[in-house]
């Protein structure tokens, strides 16, 4: 096998697999493999394995190591694989971050540890950590609405790109254009080619305020939708951008409630089935189901869209 380049920017479309579980509750690494290979027939530029989409709050360690090991495999070189290694410890992220280098993931990601409200010293000392153990690029992850307000600061952002010139990006999550422009001001200013993305389809604002990349959450839902915004939006056909940035826009507001159940669900009925949601998520009722497949047809996602593997 060809070596591979190394992964120095993040940019186009970043694919986010969800975990399929088998009806006794295991991770049904055969239908896992279906879904990488789904999400790399549409034009994916690469992967992000073991997110919060995929449930990885409510995997053991063992079974994201089984996961990511699954996903590098599946991906067989084709676009790169980055790791989502966080937890709440920052030795169990250094584990997961090891693991990562030797299965031959690309670059990991991690997000502020959880539940603590680390102050940004504390938050630096755990992202060096990280970023220290491996020869991986990294990427953070910034989400401050979920981590109870605690987010990366512009300063303590542009501290660590200063010491780690492997730390290639930021996942900027919390809908807040102010703070997405503020730490991307300070980041170009260190470096031009630093990656700033969010983490869904809202790609007309934060492509066009200095984003490299989207993180997808309907790639395996509605690819061609999701490929037809983003070319819409880099080639500034900004009205066209608009039209189908609101059609996400009604997608999102029935995927957020009770999240990431819908998204499974979207998944299933688009021909996809990858198993319910493991607790304390829960399967959602028919009723909601039905109402899920209403808003897919008026939108005209089944006339658009693949149906099936």
């Known amino acids: 096998m060809a070596q591979r380049k190394p992964f120095t ?7 986010v697999p969800v975990t399929p579980f088998t009806p006794d509750n295991k991770v049904d690494l055969d239908t896992f493999a279906r879904v990488v290979d789904f999400l790399l027939r549409q034009k ?28 590098v495999e599946a991906a067989a070189g084709r676009v790169p694989v980055i790791v989502h290694v966080s937890t709440p410890g920052t030795d169990q992220a250094v584990e997961l ?70 730390f290639i990006g930021l996942k900027e999550a ?3 254009w102010e703070k997405y422009l503020e730490l991307g001001r300070a980041a170009k200013q260190v470096r031009a080619d630093f990656g700033l993305f969010v983490g ?10 200095g984003g490299t990349a989207c993180m997808s959450i309907f790639g395996g839902i509605a690819p061609n939708f999701v490929n037809a915004l983003y070319a819409a939006t880099t080639s500034g056909k900004l009205e066209d951008a608009l039209a189908l940035q609101y059609k996400f826009s009604e997608l999102y507001q029935i995927a957020k409630t009770e999240y990431p159940a819908p998204t499974k669900a979207m998944w299933e009925i688009m021909g996809r089935p990858v198993g319910a949601p493991r607790l304390p998520n829960r399967p959602l009722t028919a009723e909601r189901k039905k109402e899920i497949r209403k808003t897919l047809e008026t939108l005209g996602l089944f006339d658009t869209e693949p149906h099936g593997w």
Not at 9 to 15: L, M, P, Q, R, W
Not at 127 to 150: E, W
Not at 200 to 209: K, N, V
Request: with cysteine; hydrophobic share 45%; net charge negative.
């Open 9 to 15: 920017a993040v940019t186009g479309i970043v694919h």
């Open 44 to 71: 994916a530029s690469s992967l992000c394995v073991n997110l919060h989409l995929a449930e990885s709050l409510n995997l053991t360690l063992d079974e994201r190591k089984l996961t990511a090991k699954a996903a």
């Open 97 to 166: 971050a090891r693991h990562a280098e030797q299965i031959g993931a690309d670059c990991v990601m991690a997000i502020a540890p959880y539940y603590w409200k680390p102050s940004q010293e504390q938050l630096t000392e755990h992202f060096a950590a990280i970023i220290g153990a491996t020869a991986l690029p990294f990427i953070a992850y910034n989400s401050p609405t979920i981590m109870d307000g605690v987010g990366i600061a512009p300063a303590t952002l542009t501290s660590l790109m200063q010491r780690f010139p492997q």
């Open 200 to 209: 869904t389809e809202w790609m007309l604002p934060s492509l066009t305020l």
């Open 174 to 176: 919390s809908h807040n």
